[in-house]
Structure formats: structure tokens, C-alpha cells
Antibody, heavy 121, light 107 residues
Framework: EVQLVESGGGLVQPGGSLRLSCAASGFDLSAYPMSWVRQAPGKGLEWVSAIVGSGGTTYSADSVKGRFTISRDNSKNTLHLQVNSLRAEDTAVYYC??????????????WGQGTLVTVSS | DIQMTQSPSTLSASVGDRVTITCRASQSISSWLAWYQQKPGKAPNLLIYKASSLESGVPSRFSGSGSGTEFSLTISSLQPDDFATYYCQQYKTFPYTFGQGTKLEIK
């Protein structure tokens, strides 16, 4: 059974940093691209960043470029999102999501339960 | 970026009704479109991929159609468990983008 479990969220001051993690099980993490998708309170879904299975290629939304970095440790079956220079508008539930294909260009067939990041002083 | 626009934003319906949600892309995405259902406090759940393919385990009352820029999600006979928020998403190109969501409410 595929499982994705996020952790690392919390309350952080503006300008602060966090490292979000997503522990994967039930499939070969190295074979699939993974993404982070966020959802601000009461708002819709926003794709944040994606990384290819090998970790060599990444894409990010303009809203987070230069501040967020996606990475993966396939040996530990874990996906990460380093979030720096946080702003109030980054407050959201952050979900990790598995790509359906073994290359970019698939839909998200599995999602984690999310981890809440709150940016406030 | 490809903009995805859903309509309506809110839809009130009754159990047993047939409902349709529309999603429009700002440029052609062929059939690279997915539909998700989300309930409060939960992660999104995949319903439809490639515009019209039903994900395994999803009830057959859900169906998708369309290609290019116009897409729709239809629920043939609403069940109590279907009252939720629905999102379309294009995965043709980065940045992947979602529609703003359609909240399906009980009338």
C-alpha cells in the first residue's frame, strides 16, 4: 500500500525557515517524480515544486523560486522541501504528491495527509 | 502559465441529481487533465485522469469528458458522500495549475 507521511510543519516567524519531509512507503520512490502542493487556509490548491526520480531535475513555481528547494533522499525513501525566507502568504497545508508516471507529465495518484506551516510573528 | 477556470464556484444540488462541473484551460492541453475530490481537512483524491479515464476504485457515477480547452466532470446521480470540493488540474506543462475549485453543496 502506498503511503506518504509529511512532517516538519509548524509556527515560524516571517523570514524564518523550515524543512518539510515526506516519508514514502509501498513503492519505489526513486522511480517516480514527486511534487509539493500547498493549500492556504480556505483557498485552492497550488503546485509548488517537483523533482524527477533521480533528483537531477527540479521545477518550482515562480512564487517560491529562490526561497524553496525540493530534494530527495531515495536511500531513505524521503522527499524534502527546504522553505526559507518565509512570508505570511506561505501559510498553508503542504502536501507531497506522487506522480503517476516514471517521468514528468503525470497526474498525482497519491497524496500525503499534509503538514501545516504557519508564518506569523 | 496555463490558467484553469472552473465553473460554477459553488453548486447546490440534491441527492439523486445529475450535476456537471466545467473546467476551461487558457490554451490547449490536449487531454492532460485530472479531476480531484477534496473533503474538509483531507487530502485531494484522484477521480479522473487523462480527461476521461476513471481512476481505479472510483464509482462509475463519475465521468469526465473534453479535450483541448474545454472539459467537464459529471456525477450522474449524486450520493451523500459526493458533497465536497472538486478541482481540475492540467499536467501538460510546468507550472502545473489547478482550477479554483467547485464546492458542491447540499440543497
Amino acid at each position: 500500500e502506498v503511503q506518504l507521511v509529511e512532517s516538519g510543519g509548524g509556527l515560524v516567524q516571517p523570514g524564518g525557515s523550515l524543512r518539510l519531509s515526506c516519508a514514502a512507503s509501498g513503492f519505489d520512490l526513486s522511480a517516480y517524480p514527486m511534487s509539493w502542493v500547498r493549500q492556504a487556509p480556505g483557498k485552492g490548491l497550488e503546485w509548488v515544486s517537483a523533482i524527477v526520480g533521480s533528483g537531477g531535475t527540479t521545477y518550482s513555481a515562480d512564487s517560491v523560486k529562490g526561497r524553496f528547494t525540493i530534494s530527495r533522499d531515495n536511500s531513505k525513501n524521503t522527499l524534502h522541501l527546504q522553505v526559507n525566507s518565509l512570508r505570511a502568504e506561505d501559510t498553508a497545508v503542504y502536501y507531497c504528491a506522487k506522480d503517476s508516471l516514471n517521468r514528468f507529465g503525470g497526474y498525482f495518484d497519491y497524496w500525503g495527509q499534509g503538514t501545516l506551516v504557519t508564518v506569523s510573528s | 502559465d496555463i490558467q484553469m477556470t472552473q465553473s460554477p464556484s459553488t453548486l447546490s444540488a440534491s441527492v439523486g441529481d445529475r450535476v456537471t462541473i466545467t473546467c476551461r484551460a487558457s490554451q490547449s492541453i490536449s487531454s492532460w487533465l485530472a479531476w480531484y475530490q477534496q473533503k474538509p481537512g483531507k487530502a485531494p483524491n484522484l477521480l479522473i485522469y487523462k480527461a476521461s479515464s476513471l481512476e481505479s476504485g472510483v464509482p462509475s457515477r463519475f465521468s469526465g469528458s473534453g479535450s483541448g480547452t474545454e472539459f467537464s466532470l459529471t456525477i450522474s446521480s449524486l450520493q451523500p458522500d459526493d458533497f465536497a470540493t472538486y478541482y481540475c488540474q492540467q499536467y501538460k506543462t510546468f507550472p502545473y495549475t489547478f482550477g479554483q475549485g467547485t464546492k458542491l453543496e447540499i440543497k
